[in-house]
């Protein structure tokens, strides 16, 4: 009967194993493939070999590194500004008392409760007015914007874990509030740091919704939009947007392979008892 038991829990783990990793499959093959069109695509992956025609007609014949710059420019800005001010924001809220301390932490998370897209319209006239229509920077800012209340709450949450002693020792020895920021709390904090830089790069980087709002220049695109124009209802060129798709998750292959280590380490050393 035992024997039985793991049979069928093997068969079922292989069959959703297969049912996870085949679209995966599916799409890398799709980018070393001849063909363009998904009905053209082998349904056995790298049936018909492999051939990178798909990645040199992305190269030479699109603007995906302009694509793929201006992806990288708005995600690590927004990754970068996001992490300064979500912390410095969480370090006053964790360490400083003052009269509108639980009314502004109410008021981050309520911010918090209503969707963005509630406030498209909102954001479209104030970036018009701006003058930040069409622009990466337009773009970053409302990234930043819309990560400030969620990522304060966060941060704040993990820096009331950290002893207060530290604070106070860095205080007698005449450190400012700033050096016990840069110095004591962040070094402490990194793991949280680093997970709130990886998962605030990973939205700007996957976006879609507001590139398509706010830029209208070609050579603003960002990677979804231009992926997106390699299968619409004009266009099917599936081989090319599978070779785009794959090289779209680089960054994130060594976002993981530098900060897992990092990450796993720093929780190890971050651990501080009273």
Known sequence: MRTLNKIIIYIFLIVTALIT?????????????????????????????????????????????????????????????TVLIASLSAYVFSRFNFTIKKTMLMTLLILQIFPSMLAMIAIYVL????????????????????????????????MDTIPRSLDESARIDGASHLTIFFRVILPVATPIIIFLAIVTFTAPWMDFIFPKMILRSPEKQTLALGLFGFVTDKKSEFGSFAAGSILVAIPFIIFFILGHKHMISSFGAGAVKE
């Open 127 to 158: 970036l018009l007015r701006m003058r930040a229509l069409d622009t990466l920077w337009g773009l970053v800012l409302v990234y930043v914007a819309g990560n400030i209340p969620y990522n304060t709450w966060l941060v704040k949450s993990y």
């Open 21 to 81: 990793i085949y679209p995966l499959l599916y799409v890398f093959s799709a980018a070393f493939s001849k063909g363009q069109s998904i009905s053209a695509l082998n349904i056995i992956p790298f049936g018909d070999g492999i051939n990178f025609n798909h990645f040199r007609y992305l190269f030479k014949e699109t603007n995906y590194l302009n694509w793929f710059k201006n992806t990288f420019i708005v995600a690590a800005l927004t990754s970068a500004l």
